[in-house]
């Protein structure tokens, strides 16, 4: 079983660049979320989707841009990366209520 | 959802239980108790969940205080690979999964 699956899971930026992380689960889900983590601290919610075109924001959404046009995938957008977005996104996807969360592997930015 | 409070960090011996307590003291009758682990800056795992009657899986056992307002989480023969971040995390049972509130933890180290 895949799971949630994010790529890539290293990146190094430049200011003022763009990039896609890419986020895609297999168990049908149709909630899902994007998450940062900076160095030693708990996790931050992005964005998250109750499903195919909703999408809505979370505690930390400035800087950063999400679509759900299909079930499995949740891309997370960064159009002018920045060095206060270097940290770890983690993809979650679960079930709708009261279910646990499934968290994909991380992706590392570093923005320079 | 409720604020909890959890210990920076704990050591146990391999092979030993490893009791990991937090505090709810503001807990709703409606709000569940999760707990959440993170080994090595990888994406979290769920560990077990309950409302006030104790739960035990194969991972793991919750022991929830009579009041909710404490709850323990108990590993019981820790083993190295049980280094990890641990998250206490309490919420509304209809709020979605991912929406959940991760605090700073609780770093346990177990040691050989």
């Known amino acids: 079983n895949a799971g949630v699956t994010q790529t890539p899971k290293f990146r190094i930026l430049k200011i003022g660049q763009s990039m896609t992380l890419q986020c895609a689960q297999d168990?049908?889900?149709?909630?899902m979320y994007w998450y940062r983590q900076d160095p030693g601290m708990g996790l931050k919610l992005i964005y998250y989707?109750?499903?195919?075109?909703?999408?809505d924001k979370g505690e930390v959404p400035n800087g950063y841009n999400v679509s759900r046009s299909t079930t499995e995938d949740f891309p997370l957008r960064l159009e002018l990366a920045a060095p206060s977005q270097t940290s770890v996104y983690f993809c979650?996807?679960?079930?709708?209520?009261?279910?646990?969360?499934?968290f994909g592997q991380g992706t590392r930015l570093t923005v320079v | 959802d409720a604020k909890t409070t959890q210990p920076t960090s704990m050591d146990c011996a391999e092979g030993r239980a490893a009791n990991l307590p937090c505090n709810h003291s503001?807990?709703?009758?409606?709000?569940?108790v999760y707990w959440y682990r993170q080994i090595h800056s990888q994406g979290p795992q769920y560990i077990i969940h309950?409302?006030?009657n104790n739960e035990t899986n194969e991972m793991a056992s919750l022991i929830i205080t009579e009041d909710r307002k404490s709850s323990t989480l108990i590993l019981p023969h820790a083993t190295l690979r049980d280094t990890a971040v641990y998250y206490c995390?309490?919420?509304?049972?209809?709020?979605?999964?991912?929406?959940?509130?991760f605090g700073d933890g609780t770093t346990l180290t177990v040691k050989p």
């Open positions: 995390i309490v919420r509304v049972a209809s709020t979605n999964a991912g929406k959940s509130t």
């Open positions: 309950g409302l006030k």
């Open positions: 979650a996807s679960s079930r709708p209520l009261n279910t646990e969360a499934f």
């Open positions: 168990m049908n889900h149709n909630y």
């Open positions: 503001t807990i709703s009758g409606n709000e569940y």
């Open positions: 989707s109750v499903g195919a075109g909703i999408t």
